[in-house]
C-alpha cells in the first residue's frame, strides 16, 4: 500500500469544498511519512488498510494534544475525574447502549465492481449537500438512489444491492471456543467506560453532582468507508468528557460544553474562521440537542468533535440491564434522581489532523525559496529545542553538554549534520519552535544563538537562561 494510494480513490466524506485550503491532504500525508510523523500501518508488508503508525514525531504531537486535552478537561475543571476503562467490556454493555442494536451505518453493494458505499454518502455526494440525508428514512435514500439511478463511483454502474444496515462493531470472542455466549466487542466508543463508572468514581471521589468524568482510549469501528489519511479509521482514540448533572440545568451545561469546546481549539491556535459550528438536524431518540465543531480540513468542512445532550437514557439503560441503581442522592435535599449526561467527544487522530493541517504553510523566502514550516502552538510541538553546532569538532562536546541539559526541561533534538540552513528547514519541516545554534563565540562567553521558527528572528542569550526562556514561550496558555 503506498501512502498516496491509501487515502486516494475513495469516495468523498460528506463534506463540501466550499472554501478552498491551500494546504492539501497528499502534502500532509508525504510530509508526515518524510519526516516520522505518522507512517502506514504495516509498511513493509504493504500495509493493512487505513491503520497507522504514528513515527517518533508524531507520537510526540499526539501525546502533547492528549495531554492539552486533560489539562484543560481535567486538571482545570473543577469536579471532573479521569478513568481509564478496559476497552472489552461485558457484551451486557452494548446492549444496554444499544450498539449492539442499531450502531450501523446504512450499506449498499456494488453488483458490478464488488465495492461497498454507504447510502447517505451517495446522496451527499450526489446532490452536492443540498439534500439533508441526516432527516431522511431509509427507505427514503432508497427512494432518493432508485429515483435518481445514483450510480457507483468505482465503476460508474447503476446495480446496487438493496441498502441493508452495517454494524460497525468489531466482534471477538473470549476463551477457546467461538460460540456465540462468548462473544464480545471491541469498544466502539469510550464513553460507556465512564457511565459504566458512574457510581464508582462518584462513590471513591464523593463528588456532587453536577461533576464529569473523562477519558482517553482507543475505540475500534468496521466503517464501511474509511479514508481520508487519519480522519477516518477503524482504529483511533478518542476524548470524551462526561458530565452529570440534574435536569434542568443540562441546556446550560450543554451551552457551557460547547464554548469550552471552541475555546480549547482557539487556545492551541486553531483559526476561528476555521471552525464552526452545525447542529444535528436529525436527534437520535434519546438526545435532547446535539452538535458538531466541524474544522476546514483539507478535504473540506466536516465534523472535528461532538457535542451532545443524552438526557439521562445512558444511566437509565444501565441501570435496567444491569439491575443496579444509577440514582444520585442530593445529601443537602435528599432528593434522588438519575443524571442527565452532557457528552463533548473528540477523536485524538482527527483533531491531529486538524493540527497538522492548520499548522501547514509554505512560505516563499527573500532568496526566492519556499520552506515549509509547521506553525504549531509550542505546546504541541514535538521538541521545543534542536540544538545545533555550527561545526562537529570543535563545538561537538559544548553542543552536547547543552543538549543534555535541555533535555531534562523538556523534549530537545540534536543535529549536526548538513549546512546550517538545511538543519533549520528540517526543524521547521516537523514545527520545532527553537533552534539553539552553538558557534565559536559560546566556547568564550557561554552564549548561544536562539532562533524563532516563526519569524527565523535571531538573538543572542546566555546558556544559563535558556530554560526560563523557554520554558515561557512553550507554555499552553
Ligand atoms: P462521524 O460522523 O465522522 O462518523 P460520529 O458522529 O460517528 O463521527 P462520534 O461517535 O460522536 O462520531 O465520535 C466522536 C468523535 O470521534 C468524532 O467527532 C471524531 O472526532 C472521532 N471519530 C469518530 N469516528 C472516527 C473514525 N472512524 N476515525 C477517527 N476518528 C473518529
Redesign the pocket.
Known sequence: MGVEGDFAPRLP?RCFMEEKRAVTMDKIVNLCKARGIIFPGSDIYGGMGNTWDYGPVGVEIKNNIKRAWWKKFVQESENSYGVDAAILMNSRVWEASGHTASFSDPKMDCKECKTRQRADNLIENYSKGTVDVDAMTQEEMQAYIDEHKIKCPICGKFNWTPIRNFNLMFETSRGVTEDSQNKIYLRP?TAQGEFVNFQNVQRSTRAKVPFGIAQIGK?F?N?IT?GNF?????E?E?M?HQWFCKEGTDIEYYEKFKKAAFDFLTSLNFKPEHLRFKDHEKLAHYAKCAC?IQYLFPIGW?????I?NRTNYDLSRHQEYSGKSMLYVDPITGEKYIPYVVEY???A???MLAVLSEAYDEETLENGETRVVMHFHPALAAYKVAVLPLQKKELGGKATEIYRELCRHFMCTYDDAGSIGKRYRRQDEIGTPYCVTVDFDTLSDDTVTVRDRDTMEQIRLPISELVSYIEEKIKLY
Request: proline share 4%; aromatic share 8%.
Open positions: 466524506e466508543e475505540a469501528r466503517e474509511p487519519i480522519f477516518r479509521t477503524i483511533f478518542q470524551e458538531d466536516s465534523e472535528l468533535n461532538g451532545h467527544s473528540i477523536g487522530d482527527r483533531l
